[in-house]
């Protein structure tokens, strides 16, 4: 397995990954709208990639297997960090190393712009997530709150 920036002829093929973002939503969300915002934020995440601050990576084998975009930004306290957007493997290609090397990757490259931090969200309901950025060294910082209204 490869990994290296996304070119243009990647495009089909992460797209192709964006419904991944889709799971582990929490229930009340509506599909249809986690989907479209899902494949939105990954339209304009390779749009924009060749910006100063940002980057998508793919992970490759045999075709592109999983991606990964970030973007420098200042946190709330001041401090520069690398913001994780999006990481999705293939399912095919889960549980063999592929989040890893895209996550290290990316560490690599913040560390390379001089970034101390890099943080990222996922759904309290991705469990299988959580557990991934937490034996990667991630703590959990925030907590969202949502009250349904009916």
Known sequence: MKVRRYEDADHAAVLALAPRLAEGVAPWRSPDGVLAAATGWVVEAL???????????????????????????????????????ELVVAPQHEGRGVGRALMDAVVDHARQQGL??????????????????????????DVKLTRTLS
Do not use: C, K, M, Q
């Open 47 to 85: 749009a924009r990639s060749s910006e100063r601050g940002r980057v998508v990576l793919v992970a490759e084998e045999d075709g592109v297997v999983g991606f990964v975009s970030g973007e420098e930004r200042t946190h709330w306290a001041g401090e520069p960090e690398l913001y994780v957007g």
């Open 116 to 141: 101390t931090a890099i943080t990222l969200d996922t759904g309290a309901a991705n469990t299988n997530a959580r557990a991934f950025y937490s034996r990667l060294g991630f703590a959990e910082e």
